[in-house]
């Protein structure tokens, strides 16, 4: 793969290599990573992610809560017997 201005590439002799154009895209996909045209991740995969993140942490905490709950119950429970 050749990267350069449009001016340095036509200095390349014919031969060495194939010469193509690759046309820019919003975003790819590298392993399971996406980056944007300005190479941050902030759009198309932090953003996502952290929010997906989020939702199962306040799962968790909520089914946490509620062990901790039922743990404290019984703990009364048994000091009181």
Not at 55 to 76: D, T
């Amino acid at each position: 793969m050749w990267f350069g201005s449009s001016a340095n590439l036509r200095k390349v002799p014919p031969g060495v290599g194939s010469l193509c154009v690759v046309e820019p895209v919003p975003f790819v996909r590298d392993i399971g990573v996406m980056i944007d045209f300005e190479l941050s991740m902030r759009e198309q995969h932090v953003s996502p992610t952290a929010q997906v993140s989020f939702y199962h942490l306040r799962r968790l905490s909520s089914h946490l809560v509620f062990i901790l709950s039922r743990f404290e119950e019984r703990k009364a429970g048994f000091h009181a017997s």
